[in-house]
């Protein structure tokens, strides 16, 4: 017998190989290693029979390699290495359950849908920013008028909410702006694999 994978795990790995080393800790036997390989490329590092111990040692040696760490686990016997990894990811069947410490919790349904969280996580981290440097030239603009004496008071103190609610503003829909295109995505490419499903099934009976 063999063990039944999370569904979307190839079209996972797939997408997050190119741009990831993807190391695999396993607390089971290593029955599974011919199956894994199928699913994961060649680089990648799986390691069976690991104790909770052995897990947040290898994070720790990865850490003093300077590397980022993203550690997914879904067991209390990935509790130690979800806390020391960088950022720690729990997959959970019912969010409202008890799991451990970490960063997120992910719903077991969403999991093939991983590498999008994390591009828009990347994206989010370049809002951040932007949203500081709109902030400093809103400032740096209010400055110049300030010194020059042309503001009054009153609108001066009018100014400095309207800052703060802009950049909020920004960020905001920047990031919706983003969830929603991601979003649009994955049903357009969910309804493009229905479609060629439809042509297939279409074809096969035509040509029985």
């Not at 694999?193 to 009976?205: R, Y």
């Amino acid at each position: 017998m063999s063990n039944q994978y999370r569904t979307g795990l190839s079209e996972l790995i797939n997408g997050l190989a190119p741009k990831y080393d993807l190391h695999i800790l396993s607390g089971d036997n290593d029955s599974e290693m011919e199956n894994l390989k199928q699913i994961f490329p060649a680089t990648s590092i799986i390691r069976f029979n690991q104790s909770p111990n052995d897990k947040l040692e290898y994070i720790n040696n990865l850490k003093k390699q300077n590397k980022y760490v993203l550690m997914i686990g879904d067991g209390l016997n990935d509790a130690g290495a979800l806390k020391t990894s960088d950022v720690g990811i729990s997959i959970a069947d019912d969010i409202y359950h008890f799991s451990p410490a970490c960063d997120a919790i992910l719903e077991a349904s969403k999991f093939q849908e991983l590498k999008y969280f994390l591009k828009i996580s990347a994206k989010s981290v370049w809002i951040v920013k932007l949203s500081f440097i709109l902030s400093f030239l809103y400032n740096l603009f209010g400055l110049y008028f300030a010194v020059q004496g042309i503001l009054s008071p009153i609108v001066a103190a009018l100014l400095m909410p309207i800052s703060s609610i802009s950049v909020v503003a920004f960020a905001t829909f920047t990031t919706n702006y983003i969830a929603k295109s991601k979003e649009t995505n994955n049903k357009t490419k969910s309804n493009n694999k229905e479609a060629k499903t439809s042509v297939f099934l279409k074809k096969s009976v035509q040509l029985n």
